[in-house]
């Protein structure tokens, strides 16, 4: 079947919020931060979701799970996700979640991650769907703002209920599922299998947004096509490349790459404290290079670097003598 783009691609509405592109991007435990969501807002991404929000942390109001929820206008608007297990619990966050203004609450039940299946989040919650719905129900009871739920494809192979249990999600009140398309057994490898995304959409009236494994602008476009999706939501493809979510051609030398890079930089320094969290800012500004040739040089010597000036001259250099 030929394959033909859109100049450009629908706006996505969830409840009443109407978002400028359908293109979002997902939550990324140690990268969604302000800056980061800041930097692919201003590439064009639709909205962005924090990092998973602990309901815990949020309860006990502990001072490194608040610092997650700032935000400011420009980035607006943005969704808080929340993980845990217990429905009062997660009724009590999401009400405190409330007081910093987020635009949109999601729900975390696709996390494979052992720390936090093992308390019944995450993932798990797919194998306990009444559990899941009542979280669901007490969470949109508690907020006035659109909460959505973010799924997988079910524990393995043998027990995919996706269909059902988005169907599920709809009825308690959420006002859209993403979908990673990969069950939790399979946590990040393998392929996604996206005909379940065509099955979601169909069967549900809320819209349906696609996600794993999208690495440019067209694939997320095909993905939509592909599947019906309303929106796709783009992960690990966004790090080190923000400019996915922008339909211009992405940056190719390493001076535009560089660019970039140091207005990542930038963001860090003026919103985080990013002299004191080196080996976090090296994490994501190393990304810009990763898999660019003849860079693995360069990536050695961000990681070695000591200071933030250091990085900062690193990338002024590469900017320089490439243009
Ligand atoms: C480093 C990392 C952190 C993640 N953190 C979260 C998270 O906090 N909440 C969540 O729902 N999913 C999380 N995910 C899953 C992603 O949101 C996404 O569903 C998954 O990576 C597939 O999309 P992708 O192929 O575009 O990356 C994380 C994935 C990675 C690789």
Redesign the pocket.
């Known amino acids: 079947m030929p394959l033909f783009f859109f100049p450009f691609i629908a706006m996505l509405h969830i409840a009443s919020l109407t978002f400028s592109s359908p293109l979002i991007l ?6 969604t931060d302000l800056p980061f969501r800041l930097l692919c807002r201003r590439f064009g991404a639709g909205y962005c979701v924090s ?2 929000i602990s309901c815990h942390g949020l309860v006990y109001r502990q001072p490194n799970t608040l610092r997650m929820l700032r935000s400011i206008a420009e980035e607006r608007p943005v969704s808080f ?1 929340l993980f845990g297990a217990e429905p009062d619990i997660m009724e009590e966050a999401a009400k405190i979640l409330m007081e910093f203004t987020p635009d949109m609450i999601d729900i ?1 039940m ?2 494979p991650v052992k720390k936090v299946t093992k308390k019944g989040a995450g993932a798990a919650l797919m194998t306990e769907p009444k559990l899941a719905e009542s979280i669901i129900k007490k969470v949109v009871n508690a907020v006035n703002v659109p909460v959505t739920v ?1 799924i997988r494809l079910g524990k393995d192979k043998q027990q995919i209920n996706a269909v059902e249990f988005a169907q599920m999600a709809e009825m308690a009140g959420a006002a859209a599922v993403a979908i ?1 398309a990969r069950t939790w057994a399979q946590g ?1 490898t393998g392929s996604i299998d996206q005909q379940y995304i065509a099955q979601l959409k169909t069967a549900l009236n809320i819209p349906v947004i696609g ?4 690495t440019s602008h067209q694939a997320a476009q095909q993905m939509m096509q592909e599947t019906g999706c309303d929106g796709v ?5 966004a790090l080190g490349a923000p400019w996915i979510f922008s339909n211009k051609t992405p940056p190719a030398t390493l001076a535009e790459i560089s660019k970039n890079a140091l207005l990542h930089l930038d963001l860090l320094e003026e919103f985080l404290p990013a002299e004191k969290m080196l080996g976090y800012v090296k994490n994501q500004i190393c990304r810009y290079f990763k898999g660019v040739y003849g860079c693995s040089f360069l990536r050695k010597e961000i990681f070695t670097a000591n200071t933030l000036i250091t990085i900062r001259q690193l990338l002024a250099a590469n900017l320089a003598q490439n243009k």
């Open positions: 997902a939550p990324l435990a140690g990268y990092e998973m996700q975390n696709g996390c973010k990673h990040f996600n794993g494994d999208i939501m783009i992960g690990r493809g």
